[in-house]
């Protein structure tokens, strides 16, 4: 049987029995030239673990027909399981209603359904987009897009050399022409954890709805989007161990009953004539056309699988992981850690004096180390450090220590032959 | 994979180090900027054309090992080469880091430049080792007609300007 129950993957002393949890990860167990894979890609996409395969295999299997069409078992069957997966999501962020949550094919997706559905309805010329200077392209571009439509601008938040946002500054920039405020939850290129509440009860205070990027924090920590009082909140399945090609898109009902539906099709009306159609009601209004059965479904298991974990016990894990990656990393002579923020996800982005990115994250691959190399679809905080590129090590639960110190050596070696 | 420490063998740990022909030629006849958008690489180079002679050639940029030591060799390589000549090699190492080329049975001029063979096990790292590559041709081009090729070019590499 998986390990999928907390009373499995705990050991006596209440930490987390790693060893156990990776036996429930099969490519985990691969080896790369030669060498165990080291895999600290997770911000990139995570791996999934075989009780989300099963599930989506007995759906493949035993379940599936397309959904909200036919009578026949089938439809109901998968349309059901469809249906419970969103209540799964809906449980997982602690959404008032299972309608608020919105299946999308990930969080680019989900925020460019935003930026059609609210933002091409609600900014006009003249109105403010505010950003912070940590957003992956993602949540950028699309809003660049849609200013550069409506003759709108964007304001971006500055943030300091930990990497923080300078929350003086932020306040500043709300004013009565803004429109919208796009900020990340964890940053992807350094790992900061932004302080969200604070700045959403800031930007409610001058009446201004907020989205916020939360596809590097939902992997790692617990999130209650009732508490945050976010207006929407945007994440993926496959940066938290589900499949690709799925996300979510939560939003408060009023604003989604107010938004533009994002993409005509199939499934999103209720009647359809050539003179006229009338919408579908949330969320199907925002789910055109056959979705990502497979997917969601896929989903809802890897919220089964996290849950019994426990999202508490995993943040636990990963701080230590991060501290003691963060506390060797440190001792490297000619090795600079990007990101010293208070407050952090388990992402280490750095550079090694004299090594290019790219040559530090081939080398690591000898060594079977799996790390992201580049600018991370974040090049303004590439930018604002004045470098082209990090390495970027990011952890998951499945991680160990003896992993970090593979890392550890790994850069060792590398400044060992560049040396 | 073996060959991923092949590639980090010392002459090209040695051309990163201490790049020849680093620099800004004042007086170029011709000039041509390369830029990496996948990883940041980004490198300008300058070379005078004497009669249909490289008189001199520099490159200078920021950019990974590899992409600096190909830089270096290709510009120690090409000098004192006609144009024709460096045309040739362009297409001969873009064949080899592409894999199209078997270096060691089928003949060619490439010399030591072969050190780089072994990125055609590294699709990622291609780019890095043929981008100076294109961007020669760029700076070329620029003169000898009114188009780049980098709307062709599948490695989107070069940005020509004369």
Known sequence: MNAVHGVLTTRRDGALDVERIRGDFPVLRLRVNGKPLVFLDNAASSQMPQAVMDRWLKYQTTQHANIHRAVHYLSETATAEYEGARRKLQAFINA????EVVFTSGTTDAINLVAHGYGRKFIGPGDEIVLTHLEHHSNIVPWQMLAQEKGAAIRVVPINDRGEVLLEEYRKLLNPHTKLVGLTHVSNALGTVNPVREMIAAAHEKGVPVLVDGAQAVPHMKVDVQDLDCDFYAFSGHKMFGPTGIGVLYGKMGWLEKMQPFKGGGDMILSVTFEKTTYNTVPYKFEAGTPPIAAAIGLGAAVDYVNGIGMDRIHAHETDLLDHATQEVNRLAGVRIIGMAEKKAAVLSFVVDGVHP?????????EGIAVRTGHHCAQPVMQRFGIPATSRASFAFYNTMAEVDALVAGIRKVQKLFG | MADTRQLYQEVILDHNKKPRNWGVLEDATHKAEGHNPLCGDHIKLTLRLAGDKVDAINV???????????ASMMTTVV?????????????EFRNMATGKLDHESKPHHLGRLTVFSGVRDLPARVKCAILPWHTLRAAFNAVASTT???????MHAPIGGA
């Open chain 2, 60 to 70: 200078q940029g920021e950019s990974c090992a590899i992409c600096k030591a190909s």
């Open chain 2, 148 to 154: 780049t090729e980098a709307e062709e070019d599948p």
């Open chain 2, 79 to 91: 000098k004192g080469r006609t144009q024709q000549d460096a045309e040739q090699l362009v297409q």
């Open chain 1, 358 to 366: 790219h040559d530090v994250g081939t080398l690591l691959n000898e």
């Open chain 1, 96 to 99: 008032r209603d299972e309608r």
